[in-house]
Structures are given as structure tokens and as C-alpha cells.
């Protein structure tokens, strides 16, 4: 009898342990994740709350979200506008110094010849036959070689021979180009292919092979590294509309 | 001997508890209400006990019924979008007040009658 009732009594004391540890543990775990979630704005509302203000918020983000992405559009379409409009700009600029060189408003350099012609006028050939001065035909006929060679650029003494240059002597004195008076040597430089150069005027049928034969001293000299310089005066159009 | 299993049990959970990982607060209803009913089974068996009727069957089947149903409730209610876990709140936590002022008035019978009796003792 006495076992009995201490066998049910420790039958008791074992559940009623179960149970308590049961409760403990449960409290516990439910202390212990309050204390980490102890966040005061979310620990005060309720779920509804919550969910309230969370679909307000996912809301505000989506309005947000519209606006950005149609900035970011804008942006790109603007960026896109500046992109041509800088190739426009830097297709109209190359242009514009490809012209600039062509006119010959600018310094250039390449490669090419250079002729020199001293005149020799009045020099005795024999008894009765005197050296001829040198004529603006001369050099008209020369640059026109060099141009029909394919010279891109072309100075006389320094003068740079563009579409308007004038080529001619005043009485039996002196030559002028572009309006400044020259004289000899004449020295021209022309960037080309050098060869195409050299053999239009000094080959046969070329202008300065011609000269020489006339008794005049001349040279062509094919340079790696020649600068033409612009030319120097406004170009001014009065008449063309 | 079950004082000591009483406190073997409330210490070994506490300290498991406070060990234990920590669970997400979306389940923190369930367990906060199967805290309650479970608290609700504590003091209705000592209730029984002062009243001398404790079953051992009836209390443990109620503790974890309580806790099991209660925690299957709020389950419900969150489906349904119904709070029902407050209806189960509000029943636990009353029978606890029903079941605590049961207890305050057996042990305040229990002392003012031990008064009177010394009263009379010492008038005697």
C-alpha cells in the first residue's frame, strides 16, 4: 500500500514536472523573442496596422519607383540627343578644318617638293643670245603642273597659292602673288605625293626642266617634313550673295 | 518531493528557454496564448487542490489541451482573418481571475480564522 501511493506520487511529481517545464520553456522562448524584436514602433502595432501601412508604403515606392524610371528614360533620351549632337558638332568641325586646309586657311605640313628657281636674266648664252627673266607664265604653268599632280598645298615664297590667288608681274620688274610683291629666287613648296611632283615639273615636258634648258639655275628637292603656311589675308566675298 | 520536481521542471526549462533559438514573430501569438491557457491549467489545479478535488488526469490533459487547442484557434482566426485569439484571452484570463480570488479567499478564511482562534486562546 505504501509503495503504491509513493509510485502515484511520483507519477505526479513527474507530470507535473513535465509540465512545468513545459510552461517554462515555452515563457522563455516567448521572453527571449520579444527582447529581440524589441522594435517600439512594430512592438506597439497590431498586424492590421501593419499590413496598413506597409501597402501604403509599397505605395509611396511604387509611385516612386514610376518617377525614377521615367527620369532615368529622360536622362538617357537627353543623353542620347547631347551624343548626336556632339557627333553632329565633331563631323561639322572635321569638316570645317578639312575646308579650312583645302581653302587654306591653316597651317599644314606633309610631305612633298620644293623647287627653287633663281633667275638668271641677262646672263650671256653666247654672243646674241641672253637669258629671258623669269614671267608670272612661268610659275602659272608650274603650280598648274603641281596642281594637275596632285598638290594639296602650294606657297610662293611663302605666299600660299589658294583658289583666289592672282599670279602676275607689274611692268618688267617684279611678280606679285596675292597682291605682295616677290623676288627671286622663287621658292615654292608644294605637299603632294613627292615623286607625282617631282616628275610633272622636271621630267620631260615639266616646267622647270624647261626653265633650265633656258639657262636658269633651278633645284627640286623632295622634303619629308614641309610647312606651308595660311594665307595671311581675310577672305572677303563682296559680290556673291 | 513534487515542490522539488516543480522547480527541477521551472529551472531546466527556464534555462533550455532562454537558450533556445529564437523563433519569428509571426509565430509570437501562438506561443503567447498556449502560455496563457497553460497558465489558466496552473492555477485552475490549485484551485482544485484547495477545494480538494485535484485530479492528476484532468489537470495535465487540460494543461496541454488548453495550450494545443488555444494555439489551433488562433491558427483558425489568422485564416479567417477573425481575431479569435482574443475570445481565448479573454476566457483564460478570466477563469485565472475567477480562479486566483478563489485562492485569495481560502487563505484569507483560512488566516483571519487562525486570528480569531489565538484571539480566543488568549482571552481564555
Redesign the interface.
Known sequence: MKIKIKKE??????????????????????????K??DITG?ETMRESELRLELSSWNEKYNELNTIYQETVGKSEEYKNERESYEKTYELLSKELEQLNKALGKTDVEGEGIVIQLTDKAGTQLSEDVKVKRITEEDLLIIVNQLFAAGAEAISINGHRVISTTSIFSIGEEFLKVNGERIVEPYVINAIGNPDYLKSTVSGKGGHVDALKELGHETSVDINKNIKIEKYEKELHTKYID | MIIIAILIGCIVGALIGINAPVIPYTYSTFLAIAVVAALDSVFGGITSVLKKNFDLTIFISGFFCNSILSIALTYLGQKLNLDIYLAALVVFVGRMFTNLTIIRRYYIEKWTSKIEKDDKELQQ
Request: charged residues 5%.
Open positions: 506520487k511520483l507519477v505526479m511529481s513527474i507530470t507535473i514536472g513535465i509540465a512545468c517545464f513545459a510552461l517554462m520553456l515555452v515563457m522563455f522562448m516567448q521572453f527571449n523573442m520579444v529581440q524584436t512594430i
